[in-house]
């Protein structure tokens, strides 16, 4: 295949799993919207005793946000800058536990699916709620970890409005006639690596819906230190992009005679 060939499919590739990402973020967001609640103290308590019975529980914390900076509120969290880490929210308790195994059997005789366990690590759900227990020397701390769990309908949107999206890329790519130029090179540029964190984020996310794992939204990404100012400065760049095109066809085409000019 000739350079001149190829050249207008990579663009229009490249262009469509750019706007696919931005548009499978908004899908999942709108589908997490109906997540579930986090459990109350009460009901983190009850899960404790089947994790380990008639053992203390250590203060229970609690994010519970659907969509914000990891540990709760951040002092330096910028809207532009971005955060360190992202989630759904969380509630977490410490306990003292020393070994993962007898654990399994417990949560899966308490109606737990639980998923695989290794590295003093175990991974379980039930209902809206996907929990990581830790045993001692195996994380930050012993003890139980609940988050909200992926709502299908967070998946359904996300294929729908990517494959949505991919479609406007591509059409876009052959129905702009302006080259990329430096406006739409870095803008794509720019967006590229936020793309790629969002279809691994909808890789990962599709793999939960089989194996119990701890769900990742797909605009986590885009909420990071880094790549959040990247994202925006590149759709910036892209409205500029398609801006120009639009100046450039309306330039171009017929304009209308004006009554009595000769």
């Known amino acids: 295949m000739t350079r001149a060939r190829w050249q207008p499919t990579a663009r229009a590739a490249w262009i469509a799993v750019n706007t696919a990402a931005v548009a499978i973020m908004l899908g999942s967001w709108l589908g997490w919207q109906t997540a579930g609640d986090l459990p109350t103290d009460s009901e983190v308590r009850a899960i404790a005793e089947v994790v380990l019975p008639s053992r203390p529980l250590g203060v229970v914390e609690r994010t519970e946000h659907l969509s914000g900076p990891l540990y709760g509120f951040e002092e330096d969290y910028s809207l532009i800058g971005g955060s360190e880490e992202w989630s759904a929210g969380y ?5 003292p536990l020393t070994t993962i195994d007898p654990v399994v059997d417990r949560l899966a005789a308490a ?4 998923g695989a366990s290794g590295g003093g690590q175990v991974t379980a759900t039930r209902g809206d709620w996907v929990m990581l227990v830790t045993a001692a020397g195996h994380g930050e701390q012993a003890g139980v970890w609940v988050q909200r769990g992926q709502p299908v309908l967070a998946m359904i949107l996300a294929v729908l409005f990517g494959a949505g999206g991919a479609v406007l890329g591509w059409w876009l790519s052959f129905r702009v006639r302006i080259g990329l130029g430096i406006r739409g090179a870095a803008g794509f540029g720019l967006l590229s690596l936020n ?5 691994w984020a909808l890789g990962h996310d599709a793999g939960a819906l089989v194996v119990p794992v701890l769900p990742v939204l797909p605009w986590a990404g885009f909420a990071a230190v880094v790549i959040r100012p990247m994202t925006l400065f590149g759709l910036l760049a892209v409205a500029s992009w398609l801006g120009k095109a639009a100046w450039a066809r309306w330039a171009a085409a017929p304009q209308p005679a004006v009554p009595g000019q000769v």
Do not use: F, Q
Not at 91 to 95: G, H, I, K, M, N
Not at 195 to 199: A, G
């Open 195 to 199: 793309s790629v964190l969002v279809l």
């Open 111 to 114: 109606g737990w699916e639980v």
């Open 91 to 95: 509630v977490s308790a410490e306990l």
